[in-house]
Each structure stands twice: as structure tokens, then as C-alpha cells.
């Protein structure tokens, strides 16, 4: 598809990035209005001429566009302001792997575009109404609405523990059936959309010129694709429902009065109406996993674009998939995680990290082995924090590592590379024991909501509690005497005995500090 090919994974490294000088943490875009690539335009206003900068090339934040395949400078619609919508969760069981990444990306997304200056409105769905959903409440004897609300709150659980700041709406479907009836029947007048023999409501897909532009797919190439339910009543076997009819078996409470009768909407209009309910019938940002892409997102197009008569979304992306010992996330190979499981393992942190290190357009491996070595990394970072308190104030944004990290950020958010910046700064904290490097260091990772807690707590966190942490602290005082007595043998079977607890100690300075393993 000519797309770039991120890394899979990002290790520590040393970077050679271009460097601009950034005079406020706001992102500089090149103005569209002047011919002269060394001065920028702020996005919330006036002309700032930049200092040292490659013309055309550090001053801009570029993303990668899903529907043209190429990173293009970003330009909102209004400028200093941001409207997003991301495709949630369907909340009828506990969320995975692959949600949390989705999550944790976009909340990545979110925090730079408004450390960068910008307001940003962010949406992301819930889909509270869904084949799957209603199969789940009639196995388990229960409302759609007790099911719902118990995932939603689980997954609100999930988002918190890894750090994800909630959108600024998060609607859920069932709210919304009104507008979706009323985009439905605009495409109805428009002769888009048709009632089938089954009663359903479908959308033409082949009289919508242009459909398979986000696959990069002619229509005769597509295939109907997961959720796209092939029905003989359709009139081509790429048609979507954009309305159910009602079945008997269903409940009552998923049976909305309609004007093609009494049913409830189909997947892909859902996100068509709550966006243009809450962002406007055209918006900046809209993403989602790259599973989305076809259908859903390509049908999302064809229904708003087809109703509205004018372009849905200026840039679109996507994360890509989870990968489990480098096969494919699934259920059916038995190698399905929820969040929930994870964390039971592994410090949600740690997760959080072990999900930015990667690209977001990249596949993301998950192995014991990658979130161990996330760990580790994790580790180094806090325990330079540890050794060098920060220093007070803000962000020095004219400093280097902030201007490698701003070009890393602003190339599609490369966070790969800004995570090498973070480890370049943590070497430097640990070599000069600069306060001013360790505030760079903790207001940098700050920004991707990492380092955020007190160093000790993160190196010594774990489940003994403080009955534990006071078992090992009298270890290392007797270990303590010991060297002092010259007893060096029992000193070497202390720390090996915690070490085999899964205890660290690093001798300092400062005397000795102790760290889970």
C-alpha cells in the first residue's frame, strides 16, 4: 500500500533527529499562506519565525493518513482546535489486549495534541447494542442494560488502572437511535439505501461513487468482511444493514418504532450519527483499530459522506494489531488476554509502556519476554528518578532532548523514538546527577503519562505490603552490620537470599537501596 514501515519496537538507542528550536510548547505548522519554509505559523495564531529550522520539515506535525497512505501535515479545520472520534469498545465482556492498546494510543494521540497547545474534543463510543450483546444478556438471564452497564464499568476500571484519561463524551449507542434513524432516512430519500425482502434497511453500496477508497480496494475486489452479514434479501452481497428488523426472539427492550417498522440499527451507522451529533458533519481526526478499516470504516464513510454530500474526515488512523509469540490475537487459538489477566501479572505501568514503545502503526508482539524486558526498561528510567531528585519548574522545551522528543512526536507520533530520547535523558541524569535532566526526563515521559508516580513506590511496589518492605529493610540494616564487622560471607548471603525473594540491592552513595527484581 506505499505506507512506512515503523518499528516494531523501539530499544534504547541514540537518535540523530532534525532539530528545530521550539520558542512555546505549541506545535508549529508550516504556513499554508507563504512560500517561505522557515516561517511557521502557530496553530493557535500569529507567525513565529523559527530559529535553526529544516525548512518544511521539523516545524510540522505529520500523521499518517489511512485514506491516502502518506503522512500529510496536519491542519485542523478550526484552527487551534482538535475534534476526534475513536470506535470504542462493545461492552459484553471484559476487554483485551488489543482494546487496550487502542485505548492507550489515542489517549497518547490526545495528551500530545493539547501539550502541543491545541483543544482538543475527543470522542470515543460505547456500542451498547450489538448481536453479540443480546446473545450474551439471554445466556445469562439479564437485561441488556445490567450487562452493559457492569462491562462499561469494567472496562472504566481497565482505562483507569492504565492510565487512560477519560474522552471529553463517551456516548453509547442506545442514546443516539433517533439521529441514526433520521441519517438513515436522509439516505433513504437520497436513494442509498433500500428496505430488503427481510424487512431490513440496506445501504447500495455500489451507488456510492468512490467506495473502497479507505481499503484501497476497487468494489469489485471487496469481500463482505467481519460484521458484514450476507443475506440473500441484499441486492449485492457488499450491502450493509443500516437498520434490523425486529426478530421474535429478540427482547423488547432492543425493538426502537421506526418508520420501515419496529427493529433496532445496524453496527456501522452508530458511529456515523454520534459523530456528527457531537463533533459536526465534518471533523479533524477519526480512529480506531486497523480491523476497523474494512468495513466499518469504510461503510462509516459511505454513509456520512453519502448523506451529508461533502468530505466526513480529513485524517484517518490506525493502530495496528496485537500479536500473541507473533500470531494473531484470537480466541479460537487459545491465545486470548483479557486487560484484567495481564495486570494480574504485570504492573499496569508496565503495560502502558510495553504499548508506547512500539509504533502505533506497527504490529505489537506480546510475550512473557517483551513486557519482562518492558519491565526492566520501566526500571532504569524510575531508578534514575530515584538517585536524582527532580528539579522544580516547568519544561525546558529549547533544551535538546525536548526538541528530539518534539520532532519524534510530531513525525506521526513517533513514540518509539521519543521513548529513545527518554532513555538518552536517563543516561544523562545518571552520568552529570543533574536536577534540571531528571525534571526534563520526568516532565517529558509526563507527556505520554509515564514516570508519573514516586520513584520508590514503583521499584518497591509489589504485594507484601508494608510488613514486607519492613522484613527487607531489617535484612539490609543486618547485611549493613555485617560488612562492617568485615563479615562479608553473611553480607553475600543476605543479598543473595533476597534476591531470590525477588529483591534487588544497589549499593549507593547514599547507603543501600533495595528494588523488586
Not at 499554508?32 to 506535525?61: F, S, W, Y
Not at 479460537?332 to 501479572?345: D, K, M, P, Q
Not at 560471607?489 to 531470590?500: H, K
Request: proline letters at 4%; a negative charge.
Amino acid at each position: 500500500m506505499g505506507s512506512e514501515r515503523p518499528d516494531s519496537v523501539c530499544y534504547d538507542r541514540s537518535l540523530s533527529v532534525a532539530r528545530t528550536r521550539l520558542e512555546s510548547p505549541r506545535i508549529l505548522t508550516t504556513h499554508p499562506d507563504t512560500h517561505n519554509p522557515d516561517v511557521c505559523r502557530d496553530v493557535t495564531g500569529g507567525v513565529t519565525e523559527m530559529q535553526g529550522a529544516i525548512p518544511g520539515k521539523a516545524c510540522m506535525l505529520s500523521i499518517h493518513n489511512t485514506l491516502t497512505r502518506k503522512k500529510e501535515a496536519f491542519v485542523p479545520i478550526e484552527p487551534g482546535k482538535v475534534r476526534m472520534y475513536v470506535c470504542g469498545m462493545t461492552v459484553y465482556d471484559f476487554c483485551h489486549l488489543g482494546h487496550a492498546r487502542v485505548m492507550v494510543v489515542f489517549d497518547m494521540v490526545v495528551r500530545w495534541l493539547r501539550a502541543s497547545g491545541f483543544d482538543v474534543t475527543y470522542v470515543r463510543n460505547i456500542t451498547d447494542i450489538d448481536d453479540k450483546i443480546i446473545k450474551r444478556a439471554q445466556e445469562n438471564g439479564e437485561s441488556i442494560r445490567v450487562l452493559t452497564d457492569r462491562f462499561v464499568a469494567a472496562m472504566h476500571e481497565d482505562a483507569d488502572a492504565l492510565g487512560v484519561l477519560r474522552p471529553n463524551h463517551e456516548p453509547r449507542a442506545t442514546d443516539y437511535v433517533a439521529s441514526m434513524q433520521s441519517l438513515i432516512g436522509r439516505l433513504y430519500e437520497k436513494g442509498l439505501a433500500y428496505q430488503a425482502d427481510n424487512r431490513d434497511v440496506c445501504y447500495a453500496v455500489r451507488k456510492f461513487p468512490g467506495y473502497g477508497r479507505l481499503s484501497g480496494k476497487s468494489i469489485d475486489e471487496l469481500r463482505a468482511g467481519e460484521r458484514v452479514e450476507v443475506v440473500t434479501d441484499k441486492r449485492d452481497p457488499l450491502d450493509f444493514v443500516l437498520w434490523k428488523h425486529a426478530r421474535d426472539e429478540e427482547p423488547e427492550e432492543v425493538k426502537w418504532a421506526s418508520p420501515w417498522g419496529p427493529g433496532r440499527p445496524g453496527w456501522h451507522i452508530e458511529c456515523s450519527a454520534m459523530s456528527s451529533d457531537l463533533l459536526g458533519e465534518r471533523f479533524d481526526i477519526h480512529g480506531g483499530g486497523q480491523d476497523l478499516q474494512f468495513p466499518h470504516h469504510e461503510n462509516e464513510i459511505a454513509q456520512s459522506e453519502g448523506a451529508h454530500g461533502h468530505t466526513f474526515v480529513n485524517y484517518w488512523m490506525h493502530n495496528g494489531f496485537v500479536r500473541v509469540d507473533d500470531e494473531k490475537m484470537s480466541k479460537s487459538l487459545g491465545n486470548f488476554f483479557t486487560i484484567r489477566e495481564v495486570l494480574a501479572r504485570y504492573d499496569a505501568e508496565v503495560v502502558r509502556f510495553f504499548i508506547l514503545r512500539a509504533h502505533y502503526r506497527s504490529a505489537l508482539n506480546y510475550s512473557d519476554a517483551h513486557l519482562d524486558d518492558a519491565r526492566n526498561a520501566l526500571t532504569r528510567l524510575y531508578t534514575a528518578l530515584r538517585n536524582v531528585a527532580p528539579a522544580s519548574g516547568g519544561l525546558d522545551v529549547s533544551e535538546a532532548h525536548a526538541e528530539r522528543f518534539a520532532s519524534a512526536m510530531n513525525d506521526d507520533f513517533n513514540t518509539a523514538e521519543a521513548i529513545a530520547v527518554l532513555f538518552d535523558l536517563a543516561n544523562e541524569v545518571n552520568r552529570s546527577q543533574s536536577p534540571e535532566m531528571a525534571r526534563q526526563l520526568k516532565a517529558l515521559a509526563g507527556v505520554l503519562g509515564l514516570l508519573e508516580r514516586d520513584p520508590v513506590a514503583f521499584l518497591q511496589g509489589g504485594d507484601g505490603g508494608d510488613e514486607d518492605a519492613g522484613r527487607i529493610e531489617a535484612a539490609i540494616a543486618a547485611r549493613t552490620e555485617a560488612k562492617k564487622s568485615r563479615d562479608f560471607a553473611t553480607a553475600d548471603r543476605i543479598r543473595a537470599e533476597l534476591l531470590e525473594q525477588g529483591v534487588v540491592l544497589e549499593d549507593t552513595p547514599q547507603g543501600t537501596a533495595w528494588r523488586r527484581a
